[in-house]
């Protein structure tokens, strides 16, 4: 089965693995060596595409999982203009954030697309993700001088930018403490 799509970054075939005994998902780009063989295959009677892909948020599977996101103001429209995903949910909230939930069979392509929103969105769970996101921000940071630098085992502030955004922090905690996100 091979369908090419303009939406992605790569073209990948779907057929049937003879080494694991089940049908996968192959990234054109990596295969190596391909022989014609002139044998038929016949799919399985009851296999589709779209069962095959259903709950995948691109081409790539795993266990499925809840992520649930807050969107800012800022970019809350543009969130809800589009249906990113078919399990999707959105609710407003009173300040104008949205929060996003959505259900997918693996987070390996979500993960990218929900670090393009930057600090437009925050992971409210699950705690895994959340922590990734945590970690990665942390690293951001320091590539950019806005953490505080490690000088003679105490910590120093190099960047107005940290205490700006400790404030921020402190304002979002509030809220999340005293507001309804479930």
Known sequence: FIEPSGTGHSCYVIGFDHYRRQMRTFKIERIQDLELTGEKFDLPPNW????????????????????????????????????????????DELDGTVLFSVRVAGMMEITPWLLSWGDEAEILSPPGLRSQF????????????????????????TNENVASASRRRSRRGRFRQSGDIS
């Open 48 to 91: 589709s595409a779209r069962e095959h892909l259903r709950g995948k948020w691109g081409i790539a599977g795993g266990p499925e999982v809840e992520i649930r996101v807050r969107f800012s103001k800022k970019v809350a429209a543009r969130v809800k203009e589009s249906v990113w995903h078919e399990t999707q949910t959105l609710v």
């Open 134 to 157: 945590a970690e990665i921000a942390r690293r951001q940071a320091a590539n950019y001088g806005a953490f505080p630098v490690q000088t003679d085992g105490s910590q120093t502030t």
